[in-house]
Antibody, heavy 122, light 113 residues
Framework: EVQLVETGGDLIQPGGSLRLSCAAS????????MSWVRQAPGKGLEWISV???????YYADSVKGRFTISRDNSNNTLYLQMNSLRADDTAVYYC????????????????WGQGTLVTVSS | DIVMTQSPDSLAVSLGERATINCKSS????????????LTWYQQKPRQPPKMIIY???TRESGVPGRFSGSGSGTDFTLTISSLQAEDVAVYYC?????????FGQGTKLEIK
């Protein structure tokens, strides 16, 4: 059974840093496409980053240069390093396993974690 | 970036009636090479993560009830619930996978009338 468990959310002051973790089970993060998606309180979904199976990474403009997605294959864990945090980064952060089909590309997120809340406030 | 615009923002439909949600992309999300539109629909119920219900604009995800269907190609897409059930109350999002960033629509809140 596929499971994603995010940890690391916290109350942090503006300008601070935080690292989110997403422990995966039932599949290997090293072989799959993994994303982070966030949702501000009462708002919609915002895609923020993806790491491809081969290691390429992409970011939304809103987090580019401040956030870094990475993975630890030995621990089967996905990370999101967040620096220079701002109030508008306050959100529930979801770890997501992208569904892909060989030769046809992305389908969409087929597995989600339950999310971890990051609150940026003084 | 591709901008995804959903309409309406909210919708109230009677039980058993049809619900229709629209999604428009600022540029085509159709790959000519395989004739697939990279448009996914999600359902999000309160206090839950989203759930994929339709991908490639019209392919229903395994386990999703047959009353859910998707249509459209290129830039204009529709999610239809043929006969609304109480458990379909949720916010529905479209997302494009044609180009990074993989942008979402703003969401459509579906309620019972």
């Amino acid at each position: 059974e596929v499971q994603l468990v995010e940890t690391g959310g916290d109350l942090i002051q503006p300008g601070g840093s935080l690292r989110l973790s997403c422990a995966a089970s039932g599949f290997s993060v090293s072989h799959d496409y993994m994303s982070w998606v966030r949702q501000a309180p009462g708002k919609g979904l915002e895609w923020i980053s993806v790491i491809f199976g081969g290691g390429r990474t992409y970011y939304a403009d809103s987090v580019k240069g401040r956030f870094t997605i990475s993975r630890d294959n030995s621990n089967n864990t996905l990370y999101l390093q967040m620096n220079s945090l701002r109030a508008d980064d306050t959100a529930v952060y979801y770890c997501a396993r992208e569904g892909t089909i060989v030769g046809a590309g992305f389908r969409g997120v087929e597995s989600w974690g339950q999310g971890t809340l990051v609150t940026v406030s003084s | 970036d591709i901008v995804m615009t959903q309409s309406p923002d909210s919708l109230a439909v009677s039980l058993g009636e049809r619900a229709t949600i629209n999604c428009k992309s600022s540029q085509s999300v159709l790959y000519d090479s395989n004739n697939k539109s990279y448009l996914t629909w999600y359902q999000q119920k309160p206090r839950q993560p989203p759930k994929m219900i339709i991908y490639w604009a019209s392919t229903r995800e395994s386990g999703v009830p047959g009353r859910f269907s998707g249509s459209g190609s290129g830039t204009d897409f529709t999610l239809t619930i043929s006969s609304l059930q109480a458990e379909d109350v949720a916010v529905y999002y479209c997302q494009q996978y044609y180009n990074v960033p993989y942008t979402f629509g703003q969401g459509t809140k579906l309620e019972i009338k």
